[in-house]
């Protein structure tokens, strides 16, 4: 029995280390490439899932398709903590159908990072890192 993570954070940094997380500390598989989802939407499906009021809005989320059950990847996600707010989304949860049959439409959520310097400022740093003798001896 399938299942999806709901990953919500303040930004998709934050989003593309829990999900990196997921697989590689919570050894949990996806059988998908995560999907980009709108935050407001991620809030609307937390409310929903976890029966609560919502404290604080996402600004980025994605959605995964899980090939662990529901149970084992809420058991693994307690032993890691990914800097995003997780939420396992089992086919006991109403809106598990909508999701499943919306899945495929999804856009993909880019996970490559980008660094932010640039190539010429590495050089700088290392044409600095490279004087040999910066002080005079005595």
């Known amino acids: 029995m399938k299942s999806f993570a ?8 934050k ?9 590689r500390y919570g050894h949990i598989q996806f059988s998908a490439t995560p999907k980009r989802i709108e935050p407001a939407y991620a809030d609307e499906l937390l409310v929903s899932v976890m029966d609560v009021s919502l404290k604080s809005k996402c600004n980025s989320a994605a ?9 084992a990847a809420i058991s693994r996600l307690k032993k890691i ?7 396992i989304i089992s086919p006991r949860h ?26 010429q400022n590495m050089e700088i740093v290392q044409e600095k890192g490279e004087i040999s003798n910066p002080m005079p001896k005595e």
Not at 6 to 13: K, Q
Request: net charge negative; proline share 7%.
């Open 6 to 13: 709901l990953v919500r954070a303040d930004d998709s940094d």
């Open 15 to 23: 989003v593309k280390i829990a999900l990196h997380d997921l697989e």
């Open 63 to 71: 959605l995964v398709e899980l090939n662990n059950h529901a149970g």
């Open 81 to 87: 903590h990914p800097p995003a707010h997780i939420i």
């Open 94 to 119: 109403k809106m598990f159908e909508e999701l499943a049959s919306k899945f495929s439409k999804y856009p993909e959520f880019d996970r490559t990072f980008t660094h932010p310097k640039n190539s």
